[in-house]
């Protein structure tokens, strides 16, 4: 056993090496007289035990005591030595760290083997319960797959970064970042994959961290990072760009390339935000926001985004009700005959009567509904809602036999399994036939999932229901989606009837020249001026729609209007 001795006094010293010589353990004693020397010898390292004096001229043992417990690694027992048999002392020695506290008139072989024993094996209590608190910290603290610090630690030290930059004058960011369709990795790839995956960001992230900074794992695939003193908004920006720039690298996994990539919300103190709550809530808008903006981006939180964000989740909320408190209305759009001016055709387009907003298009409020899953009852509900009006109208005018109605329908329509059943089952109800019912699809709605989309088309078409691909001409105009896919009409969007003159009509001739051959309907949409007209007209187009003959109208409006043109039989003006 190896024991520093630190004591001035040359006679005490001689007499406890002599104690510790007698005593029946073998012992290598190192002598120091000063008390600063004694503290670099201890740092040192290598002794079991200290053997420290209380009253060393120019500190005193608690003094030393001190110095020697703040080294990272204060790995050695320290019995104290003292003249005085003082219990208060001998207290605040052990408070300080001291494992026993022997006054000098004690010493003995026995009494200072034995309080040699018992401090050795009190330390290695101690240092085992302080390992073990470590452990526990660190679960406590600590993401267990990244290594990062967790959320725990991340709210602390949001805590404390605010008041720290406010007594600085200083300002703090957040920057929420979030794995875009991570999702989908886990689903293809495997958890194990996911988890390799995770990882591989968070040693990313951290390499372009500057000291200082603080990077958490919040959440499955949500990162926090918290940015001290990049006070200038466009140094903030080039950080957060280096950040995405480090995930672009794809990550291999199980010998498959992953393409990663990152939403991120900005939010600063104190310029966004008074407290963490707040900063928290406005990070949580930006991202918000660039993930709805089509993520892989960085977005900065303002007070107007956040009314913009805050109007759209109330919005959100307001839609889940809407059904239910039947605020939700179609109206009617006609369609005419090119060759006689006859209606030929109508489209039913939604709108919500919001109860304080007024009127919302569905422009607004059906991505939304897309988004949330809504649309797959509220899409229903208009299929049922049309044809229940179409068979009463096909009853009450003779006008409107046989004339079919369009209803639009969502991507996510298409891949709910029932879909087609549900569509028979509600033109059987009405007692409607198929071919009135037109369903009018956009390319991209076909383009997020062509396989399952293709499936209920041809089970649509199986039915007898028409397809109308809607808003040709503003997407891929391909081709092949007219090919592949049992469209019957095709909808030239209003944009080319607008942009095209009778003397540039070499667009709309084209289509009109391609549609002929593939045996397709064409209905030009957005009709405004008689010049328009003349030109679908020329060009023999099969219906036309627009607000040159009518706007949407209500169904009573409609039904109104109907009336009012049963005796002529042909409608070319409004009432
Ligand atoms: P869309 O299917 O292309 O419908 C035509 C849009 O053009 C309608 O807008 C209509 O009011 C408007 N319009 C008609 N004639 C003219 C014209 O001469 N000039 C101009 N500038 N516009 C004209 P609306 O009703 O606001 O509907 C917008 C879009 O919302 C629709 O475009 C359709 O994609 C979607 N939508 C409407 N109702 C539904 C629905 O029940 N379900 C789904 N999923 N989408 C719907
Ligand atoms: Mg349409
Ligand atoms: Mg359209």
């Known amino acids: 056993m190896k024991i520093l001795l630190i004591d001035d006094d040359k006679v005490d010293r001689t007499s406890i090496v002599r104690t510790l010589r007698d005593s029946c353990y073998p012992i290598e004693t190192e002598e120091v007289s000063d008390a600063e020397e004694g503290i670099r010898e201890a740092a040192r390292g290598g002794y079991d035990l200290v053997l420290l004096d209380y009253q060393l001229p120019a500190m005193t043992g608690l003094d030393v005591l001190n110095a020697m417990r703040e080294t990272p690694d204060s790995g050695t027992a320290i019995i104290m030595l003292s003249h005085h048999d003082d219990e208060a002392l001998a207290m605040a020695c052990i408070e300080a760290g001291a494992q026993d506290f022997i006054p000098k008139h004690e010493v003995s072989v026995p009494r200072l083997t034995r309080a040699i024993l018992h401090a050795r094996e009190r330390h290695r209590m101690e240092m085992d319960l302080r390992e073990s608190h470590e452990k526990l910290r660190c679960l406590a603290e600590q993401d267990p797959l990244t290594g990062l610090a967790n959320r725990y630690v991340f709210e602390n030290a949001l805590d404390n970064a605010l008041p720290q930059a406010a007594r600085k004058d200083a300002s703090v960011a ?36 500057r000291s200082g900074d603080l990077l958490c794992r919040i959440g499955g695939d949500e990162f926090a990072i918290i940015v001290h003193d990049l006070d200038r908004v466009c140094r903030l920006r080039q950080f957060t760009r280096r950040l995405l720039e480090a995930l672009h690298e794809p990550v291999s996994i199980n010998n498959a390339e992953v393409v990663v990539t990152a939403s991120v919300g900005v939010a600063t103190y ?42 759209r989740i109330e919005l959100e909320r307001d839609l889940r009700h809407a059904m239910a408190r039947s605020e939700l209305e179609l109206y ?46 509220i899409g229903e509900w208009v299929i049922e809602e049309a044809c229940s009006q179409l068979s009463r109208w096909h009853q009450d005018f003779p006008l409107m036999q046989g004339v079919p109605m369009a209803v639009n329908l969502s991507a996510v329509q298409l891949s709910t399994e029932a879909f087609a059943a549900t ?57 092949q989606q007219l090919h592949r896919h049992p469209f019957q009409v095709l909808k030239i969007d209003k944009s080319f009837i607008q942009s095209s003159t009778s003397n540039d009509a070499s667009f709309l001739e084209a289509i009109h020249d391609f549609t002929r051959t593939l045996g397709l309907e064409v209905v030009a949409e957005g009709v405004e001026t008689l010049a328009q007209r003349e030109l679908c007209e020329r060009l023999r187009f099969d219906r036309l729609q627009g607000f040159y003959f009518a706007c949407p109208m209500t169904r009573d409006e409609f039904g109104r209007w109907l009336a009012a043109s049963t005796g002529t039989g042909q409608v070319t003006a409004l009432p």
């Open 332 to 377: 009617y759009q006609p369609q005419f005959s090119a060759d006689d001016g006859v209606i030929n055709g109508t489209e039913a387009l939604i709108r919500w009567n919001h109860p304080t907003r007024g009127l919302i298009s569905p422009n607004e409020f059906i991505p939304i509904a897309e988004e949330t899953g809504l649309i797959v009852r």
């Open 423 to 479: 569509v028979a089952a509600i033109l059987e109800h009405h007692a409607i036939a198929p071919q009135c019912l037109e369903l009018e699809l956009t390319e991209s709605a076909i383009a997020e999932n062509p396989q399952v989309s293709g499936r209920t088309l041809s089970k649509l078409s199986d039915i007898g229901v028409r397809l109308a691909l809607d808003d040709f001409g503003t997407g891929y105009s391909s081709l």
């Open 174 to 209: 957040l920057l929420l970042l979030d794995l875009d369709k991570f999702k989908h990795v886990n689903d293809t790839l495997g958890h194990v994959a996911g988890d390799s995956l995770l990882m591989e960001v968070a040693q990313r992230l951290q390499a372009k961290l």
């Open 270 to 311: 104190p310029e966004c935000a008074p407290d963490t709550v707040s900063l928290l809530k406005s990070a949580d808008v930006a991202l918000y926001r660039s993930k709805e903006n089509g993520r892989n981006q960085i977005c900065f939180y303002s007070h107007q985004l956040h009314e913009q964000v805050h109007q």
